[in-house]
Every structure is written in structure tokens, then in C-alpha cells.
């Protein structure tokens, strides 16, 4: 944390000086009562004697005004805002090998699953998009606020959606940054800050090189995040005939690296949870340092009122 008007600081010893006279003047208060010596006499005067409530007002009046001096003193501190027109764009892999059960209660619809509580914990007013993908890639829904309509497009991830069979990366990549700059008027000229999410379970198998469509994401400065999903044992029944689709996460990684993006491996449907909210806690935010006084001061306010309340409640016998 770092003070606009750190000199203003030196008020707190004031506040110090204050709690130390309150401590002297108890010390004193207390030698007095000592000489009164017929105790009987003493509990039929005062039956009820305060102990700590008597205090508590000049504990909470001189934290209210140590509050207020570092609230004057004009602190500020780094926090998160999110960015304006922040766009994110979901690509999810629905090929046939996103069937592989090895992931309960298969790969696909954990990833439906997944990616709804992701765009659930973005900021409202964050732009989202989904992106489907096989061997070829089409947007089902285009970057918007519209949440309702961003979850109709996940439920309607299934095979065989795009219509082609395979992997196709740099085409999801390149669909995802088209959305982008189709999203408002502005956006040819003035591209919004964007991410693009991808995930998938196999290395590309068609359509554009996945390289490519990475450098035209590190042109318009769009990281892109990968997550490799599934396991090396994952298999697909096609005609009651197992046939292996194990995970490859090498092109993903290659991608993540060049575009500065994230590159994330996850087995499990709580890995792939933990993943996404990895990934929301960073996308579509960014750092600015604000004056943060008006917490000082709101507790400080806090505590007078308190202090308040405890002197008028104690020591002027309200109901």
C-alpha cells in the first residue's frame, strides 16, 4: 500500500498520546478509588461497577480516529477491474474422440459442464463467444453480454455439430479471432482486449496450421489459452470396437507459448474446473492503483458510531 500524503501519518501520534493520557488519567482514577476503604459502602453506592464496557468508548473512539488519520492520509493500493469491452471467446473440440469416456461421464460433456461455470464466474459485463470445432470450426454463439444465450450454445455442443470429422486447432483459433473483430463497429479500428480459451484432446488433423493462426493471434495481441483434456487411456466404442484416442497436448502447448498464453493439462473433471478458474481469475482483467481512503474512513465512521452507542447505552441508562 503506498500514501499519497504519508506526511499526514505523523497525526497518529496524536492518537498515540491521546490513548496514552487515557491510561495515565485510569491509573490515577483507580489510586483515588483505593481510598475509599468502607467496601460494604461502596457496593450498596455503585452495586453494578463498569469493567471493560467502561473502556470500550475510548478504545473504539481512538481506533476511529487512527482510521481517519490513515484514511487523510490518502492511501492507495493495486486492485482488479475489469477490462472495458473485454472479449473472451470458448473453442471447445467436439470430435468424436471428445466422446472417450475416460473422463466421467465422457470428455465432451464435462467440458460442457466446465465451460458453463467458467462464463459463469466471468463479469457481467464481459463479452463471451463459443466456438465449436472439429475438422472444420463455426461460431454457435458471437462475443456478447447475453449469458442465456451463451448457455444454449453449450448445451448444444455435440459431435458432428461443424458437420466434419477431425482436429482442426488453427481453424478454431482463427474462427475465435474473427468473432473478435466482428464485435462492434469499433472493433476493425479499436480491437477490444481479447482472450481466446481452447480446448481440446488431440493434436491438429486439418484445416489451417495451428501456427499459423497463432500469428495472427500475436499480431492482434490475443493470448491464447489451451487446455489438453482427457488421458493417455481414453478409447471411443465405434461398432463394439475400442479404438484408442489418447490426449496429445503438444500442439496446445506450442500455441500457448507462442501467442502468451496459458497452456493447462487436465485428467479429471475437477482438474478441468480448477483450470478454468485459473484461467478466469486473469483473463479480462487488469490492474490499476486506486485511492482506497473511503475504507478507513467507512470503518472509522463504523466505530464512532459505536462508541457512540456504548456510551449512551452504558453511562445515560437507555432502555
Known amino acids: 500500500m503506498i500514501w499519497e500524503s504519508p506526511v499526514r501519518l505523523w497525526l497518529l501520534i496524536g492518537v498515540a498520546a491521546l490513548a496514552v493520557a487515557y491510561l495515565v488519567a485510569q491509573r490515577r482514577r483507580s489510586r483515588y478509588a483505593l481510598r475509599f476503604t468502607n467496601l460494604r459502602l461502596l457496593d450498596r453506592v455503585a452495586p453494578q461497577r463498569p469493567t471493560w464496557r467502561r473502556h470500550l468508548p475510548a478504545g473504539l473512539f481512538l481506533a476511529m480516529l487512527a482510521l481517519l488519520v490513515v484514511g487523510f492520509a490518502r492511501p492507495t493500493a493495486e486492485v482488479r477491474v475489469p477490462r472495458e469491452r473485454a472479449t473472451v471467446m470458448v473453442a471447445v473440440d467436439v470430435s468424436t474422440s471428445m466422446l472417450a469416456t475416460d473422463v466421467d461421464p465422457d470428455r465432451l460433456s464435462a467440458a460442457k459442464r466446465a465451460a458453463g461455470r467458467f462464463v459463469d464466474g466471468l463479469p457481467g459485463e464481459f463479452n463471451v463467444g463459443l466456438v465449436a470445432f472439429a475438422g472444420s470450426a463455426a461460431v454457435l454463439v458471437p462475443p456478447s453480454t447475453d449469458r442465456e444465450a451463451l448457455h444454449d450454445g453449450i448445451e448444444r455442443l455435440a459431435e458432428g455439430v461443424t458437420g466434419v470429422q477431425g482436429t482442426a486447432i488453427g481453424e478454431a483459433i482463427n ?138 447505552r452504558w453511562f445515560s441508562r437507555l432502555p
Open 175 to 312: 474462427t475465435s479471432l474473427g468473432a473478435v473483430k466482428a464485435l462492434d463497429e469499433m472493433a476493425a479500428t479499436q480491437p477490444p482486449p481479447a482472450r481466446i480459451i481452447l480446448l481440446s484432446d488431440g493434436a491438429n488433423t486439418s484445416g489451417m496450421d495451428p501456427m499459423e493462426a497463432a500469428a495472427d493471434a500475436v499480431a492482434v495481441e490475443v493470448p491464447v489459452h489451451t487446455i489438453s483434456f482427457g488421458t493417455p487411456g481414453g478409447f471411443v466404442d465405434r461398432g463394439g470396437r475400442p479404438i484408442r484416442v489418447p490426449v496429445d497436448g503438444e500442439t496446445l502447448q506450442a500455441v500457448a507459448e507462442e501467442t502468451g498464453g496459458g497452456f493447462h493439462e487436465a485428467g479429471t473433471s475437477d482438474e478441468l474446473r480448477a483450470v478454468y478458474d485459473d484461467i478466469g481469475s486473469s483473463v479480462g482483467w487488469r490492474k490499476v492503483r486506486q485511492d482506497v481512503s473511503a475504507r478507513f474512513i467507512g470503518i472509522g465512521l463504523v466505530f464512532a458510531m459505536g462508541a457512540a452507542y456504548g456510551s449512551m
